[in-house]
T-cell receptor
Framework: GESVGLHLPTLSVQEGDNSIINCAYS??????FIWYKQESGKGPQFIID?????DKRQGQRVTVLLNKTVKHLSLQIAATQPGDSAVYFC??????????FGTGTKLQVIP | DGGITQSPKYLFRKEGQNVTLSCEQN?????MYWYRQDPGQGLRLIYY???????QKGDIAEGYSVSREKKESFPLTVTSAQKNPTAFYLC????????????FGQGTRLTVV
């Protein structure tokens, strides 16, 4: 079946550096791609989404890039802070279909 | 404050017993969802509901049941038919099923002994 997955299970980044979290997807029919952040012991929190007809979207300190040619999605976090330490999930949604989550990447920020 | 509340946070049950997990939201959202999360894994959809008195199976519905009698409530029952019920259960809601921004509860960690 269709799936969403991540390249790296754990990413360690020095505080102040930029972080890039990658995700590969296989369902080219998805309308939206979404990033969620999950802190330990808590539920996921919506960060940003991007529609399939866009290739870039910026939020506060975050940028999501979508490359439909290679079915690749990335989340860039500028000036990474200790509070950014969490597991990041990419997900995809196709209209009225359910949201499918990937397995997650753990981001560790080194002070 | 508006939000989505799951209770209890931790739950222990004996094998063979049914258990019901509570999920309440005051966000006036139409859509609600139940996900299961196992250690080191992503979220897998158990059931979702687009509107009151309607719900659909997700990817791993076997051994689970839900009801949606009220807009704000979407309880999940883990039955004895669920072969591996120990997991972290997350409830979420969104304005509609096609809305990408879902709001999650804090989760219930169920341990079956």
């Amino acid at each position: 079946g269709e799936s969403v997955g991540l390249h790296l299970p754990t990413l360690s980044v020095q505080e102040g550096d930029n972080s890039i979290i990658n995700c590969a997807y296989s369902n080219s029919a998805s309308d939206y791609f979404i990033w969620y952040k999950q802190e330990s012991g808590k539920g996921p929190q919506f960060i940003i989404d991007i529609r399939s007809n866009m290739d870039k979207r910026q939020g506060q300190r975050v940028t999501v890039l979508l490359n439909k040619t290679v079915k690749h999605l990335s989340l860039q976090i500028a000036a990474t802070q200790p509070g950014d330490s969490a597991v990041y999930f990419c997900a995809e949604s196709g209209g009225y279909q359910k949201v499918t989550f990937g397995t997650g990447t753990k981001l560790q920020v080194i002070p | 404050d508006g939000g989505i509340t799951q209770s209890p946070k931790y739950l222990f049950r004996k094998e063979g017993q049914n258990v019901t997990l509570s999920c309440e939201q005051n966000l006036n959202h139409d859509a609600m969802y139940w996900y299961r999360q196992d250690p080191g894994q992503g979220l897998r959809l158990i059931y979702y509901s687009q509107i009151v008195n309607d719900f659909q199976k997700g990817d791993i519905a076997e051994g689970y049941s839900v009801s949606r009698e009220k807009k704000e409530s979407f309880p999940l029952t883990v039955t004895s038919a669920q072969k591996n019920p120990t997991a972290f259960y997350l409830c979420a809601s969104s304005r509609a099923v096609m809305n990408t921004e879902a709001f999650f509860g804090q989760g219930t960690r169920l341990t079956v002994v």
